[in-house]
């Protein structure tokens, strides 16, 4: 499929991250308070106004609070009536163009919110190279990826309290650690503070039983892109046997703009070859997976923004359908903005991983930021996600997933 | 602190788990839809309808959605004030008795809902005798409790879309399991479903930084009783490196009585023997633990009841304050309606453990029930928790928390 041309001349550019193709849904604040909006080349459209004025009708008004958990919640016909209309008031020629021109907003300058409200928060470890080398750094080549890896795509739960938009700053954790030459544990702010690539799917459409993977597909709304901040030394004291806990509940940032399912079913992936058969109720349904190019730029404080990391959500074992799919094999009921996380997404070479902790190799080897030593995250360092799915003629682009490392507080338990 | 006698007569007698010393919060149906209610005696008082006709002001009304989460985001001065006009409301005595009378329905034949809304669930692991049991089954005595057990309370995040009310029954869970005589994985019903012993705190205070024990302690609102329903062989093949995952998502019952913090304070206790001090972020702020006695019984279908164990609120070594303490260190931002659970409770001796897989020792030594053996829990089980603090001539109940095991539904993804 190629570029849709709409009215509004900046989704036409190319390099624009939203085309006509994509319509991707954030809440914003241009002034008058807290809005649904598409995003449109540089401008947004005040979906909730839009609804208002009679230019856009879901049968019954959904966008009357600034969350879009409402439609969402509504199902998949109506999404795709949704994007129908939507198209029809935006495309070149559109007869309505004198009435919804009054509705943009110039995105520069508005202020971007939560885009809907995470009911729970569950985080995968969806990525085999990441884990590949998470495994290797702890447990030696030989036992990397974990027993259960390959058959099951195993996860843990969030904290939805902790789930933060784009461009909220993030203040570096305290927590107990021990390190290898400490003889008790400390309190101290973590020292390897750290970030994850990640791409989020949000649950559009509850369930109260087992789904099959072809179901959880269905379910699944849209994406965003999520930073899963973990304190790696925290994390490493305190996950046994029970998982991550306060090394990854500071914040986990999405980026502020849900691209819908739908705007990336051109880009679908096959899954990857199955080193060992996966079992049937997490069998592959069909091209599950997408091809999405991702990029990390990390910026030192007063320094320039430079790439630290390439890859493409290709690399996932399991798509976001299996990793839903397996969470509800117990009968766990899932609800209208449940937000899956996929955990790391590193690729197969050295410049493709998706963590400093990978980057550096466990800290050993840090890498060169603006001819600066970095082994994790320095504080005033803004680390910066982008992806796209990317077609000859334009791209379907998810904004930036952004934040800047605030010092620690003081010691707060200092009498 | 002795009886306080209510015209209520039912709520003088002995043994009555809901004198008017308690005022437990629940929220019931007995045929007019869902209110907000104070278990007396064996009747609950209609507290909305109380409300509604200006018997109970609390300066704004906060009881005319079926849920107490209104109440517990007004705060503690707004709680205390709660109390004391409840129980001039309904102590021997009171002026306005005829005019609550007819705001009473009969406990017997309403129909008990989830008391409060979960925002999200965590589940702790702070009884140590617990820890110790399944830490020497899984890695001998040497090793039994974790190397940070005895430095922070550890715990994961839980599912609140799975948390039920007491009564609602538990369907036997799928999962993908591997036992050590499995060469590849299998999808099968969980054969080692069980319970887990557990207090529930209820948080009704916000946070957005670290709180210190004290603080922490003010943000209780109350507590229920707690079963973490858990398939032990699909936790053994899912929870390295992440920990529990759906092992523990079927359900979590929680008892209908949310029991105030007040009621429990002459009930108060002090801190266990510290084997090495804690950190002054954890450290022991006053007596914050409870004396409350639990016991559990198990009733076979078409058996009669049967008590397997005996244990105390006591046995925990990490009080609920010290619990949430420790969730906000990272910052971890907490929200009225957060639930935590405690961990299982087991006392020291073989009859006070507080699950199957510590009172059969792994299965090795099933337990007689009713003249059958059970290592695990059996379709058509009902696990009934009781639990109350006692005086001498009354007692702090919280009702019961139980459960029926329905059989698994046939394989979910049969072709």
């Known amino acids: 499929m190629g570029l849709r041309q709409s009215w509004v001349g900046s989704a036409n550019e190319p390099g624009c991250d939203f085309p006509l193709n994509n319509l991707a849904l954030g809440v914003f604040d241009a002034g008058h308070g807290r809005r649904c909006g598409v995003a449109i080349g540089d401008q947004i459209a005040d979906a909730t106004a839009l609804e208002a004025a009679g230019l856009l009708s879901l049968g019954t008004p ?19 009536d949704f994007r129908v209309q939507m198209t029809d008031l935006l495309r070149a020629g559109a007869p309505a163009q004198a009435k919804v021109a009054p509705h943009l907003h110039a995105m520069q300058g508005a202020t971007l919110h939560l885009p809907f409200t995470v009911s729970e928060f569950t985080d995968f470890y969806a990525g085999r190279h990441h884990a590949t080398n998470v495994g290797t750094m702890f447990r030696g080549a030989d036992n990397a990826l974990p027993a259960n890896w390959l058959h099951i795509p195993i996860g843990y739960n969030g904290r939805a ?23 008790v544990p400390r309190f101290t702010p973590s020292q390897r503070f750290d970030f994850e690539l990640e791409l989020g799917a949000i649950i559009a459409q509850p369930s109260n039983g087992p789904v099959s993977v072809a179901q959880a597909n269905d379910m699944i709304f849209g994406y965003v892109l999520l930073n899963d901040w973990s304190a790696r030394d925290i994390q490493a004291w305190e996950y046994q046997p029970l998982g991550p806990f306060q090394s990854k509940a500071t914040a986990t940032t999405i980026s502020p703009w849900i691209v819908m399912r739908a705007a990336l079913d051109p880009f679908c992936a096959a899954p990857p070859d199955r080193e060992t058969p996966l079992l049937p109720h997490l069998a592959d349904s069909g091209d599950d997976f997408h091809d999405i190019a991702l990029d990390v730029t990390l910026t030192p404080q007063n320094g320039t923004p430079e790439t630290i990391t390439r890859t493409n959500t290709r690399e996932l074992y399991y798509s976001p359908a299996q990793q839903l799919a397996h969470h509800t094999t117990s009968g766990c009921p899932m609800r209208v903005g449940d937000l899956l996380g996929s955990g790391t997404i ?3 070479t050295p410049d493709s991983r998706g963590s400093m ?37 334009h791209r379907i682009g998810f904004g930036t997933c952004d934040g800047t490392i605030l010092p620690a507080l003081p010691n707060p338990y200092a009498s």
């Open 62 to 80: 959904l966008l009357t609070h600034p969350s879009w958990n409402a439609l969402m919640a509504a199902g998949p016909t109506i999404w795709a």
């Open 161 to 183: 309290s902790s789930v933060v938009v784009s461009g909220t700053p993030v203040r570096r954790p305290w927590g107990q650690v021990k390190g290898p030459d400490d003889n």
């Open 346 to 348: 590193s690729g197969p």
């Open 357 to 393: 902790l990978e980057l550096s190799w466990g800290g050993q080897t840090p890498i060169n930021v603006g001819g600066t030593p970095r082994a994790f995250l320095e504080d005033g360092d803004t680390v910066t996600f982008h992806g796209a799915a990317v077609a000859p003629d």
